[in-house]
């Protein structure tokens, strides 16, 4: 009989790629990830992995077993959950994945709740807005995602992921308080910021994706963005201290910081969804639907203490 643990080791190897990665992944000790290993060869009785360098590399078997295992994790979980669904329980492990003012205003508030109401559930939280989001999702490294959705960006059909509109929030300019354009009260034309310097976050996320072709649609030119950050306190400061120009969401909080206002967009007001993702059916299992009726909860109220921001779709 093959050992889940083990399996799972061998899983996080294809995954990561290196016994030091699937070590961090684990909470295990990098000799401890090579004992598992070892031993799971022993088991099937075949080489399932082999020494490139100083890297280790599946082979054509790790790889095969790897796969099936993923199926095998996935079932050992479902039973699991579903036995305590049948106990009344509401336990186990739920990953959450999403961007920075996702976490900050609809996750981290859900947390305090969720711990008092569910004691043996765990929450696992990372902030991450790359575009990979939803492969880990289908593949079952994550249980619950939450990406930005932007109109000038549609997504591909997902049909193995469920998904719902939390929040559609505005996007306006961000401008220094001394630039020429921030003492009037108005839209600002994105065109008229065509010889600004920008700042945006990395060009892997859907944010930055976003600031170029809203300024390519609506303003007719490509931005000189000259810094690049996914953090908003780094982007504020950027904005205050180098003078930059940037578009943010309403949850970002922009117009409490000193130092700078921000603008509507004149033409086409621009407007972002926050959008939660699970695999398809994963709301049977009482973890992650409990995780996701917190998550609704806490956007009611955000929507309800926020003008400007509309629950759902805003359609």
Request: proline share 6%; charged share 25%; aromatic share 2%.
């Amino acid at each position: 009989m093959l050992d889940l643990g083990r399996l799972r080791v061998l899983r996080e190897l294809k995954l990561r790629g290196t016994a030091g990665a699937v070590a961090d992944a684990l909470g295990y000790s990098p000799s401890a990830v090579s004992q598992q290993l070892a031993q799971l060869q022993r088991e099937v009785g075949v080489p399932l992995v082999e020494r490139v360098g100083r890297r280790l590399r599946l082979t054509d078997a790790g790889e095969v077993l790897a796969e099936r295992a993923r199926t095998l994790l996935a079932e050992a979980e479902r039973a699991e959950e579903a036995a305590l669904a049948a106990s009344g329980r509401v336990a186990g492990t739920v990953r959450v994945v999403g961007f920075q003012t996702a976490l900050l205003n609809v996750v981290v508030p859900s947390l305090p709740g969720l711990a008092a109401a569910y004691p043996e559930l765990r929450i696992d939280v990372r902030d991450e807005e790359d575009d990979g989001i939803l492969d880990r999702l289908a593949s079952q490294e994550i249980d619950v995602a939450l990406t930005d959705e932007h109109p000038y960006l549609p997504r591909a059909e997902r049909p193995e992921l469920d998904s719902e509109v939390l929040i559609t929030e505005p996007m306006g300019v961000v401008l220094p308080a001394a630039h020429p354009l921030a003492a009037a009260a108005g839209p600002v034309p994105l065109a008229d910021l065509a010889a600004e310097a920008w700042v945006a976050p990395y060009a892997t996320t859907n944010h930055a994706a976003q600031v170029e072709r809203a300024c390519l649609e609506l303003g007719g030119f490509r931005p000189d963005v000259r810094h690049r950050s996914n953090d908003l306190r780094v982007i504020f400061g950027l904005i205050r201290a180098a003078g930059a120009v940037g578009i943010v969401p309403h949850l970002a909080g922009a117009a409490d910081e000193p130092g700078m206002v921000v603008r509507a967009i004149a033409g086409a007001p621009l407007h972002r969804r926050m959008e939660l993702w699970r695999r398809a059916g994963a709301d049977v299992r009482p973890s992650v639907r409990a995780v996701l009726d917190a998550l609704r909860g806490t956007a009611d109220a955000l929507v309800a203490a926020r003008p400007g921001l509309v629950r759902g779709r805003g359609e």
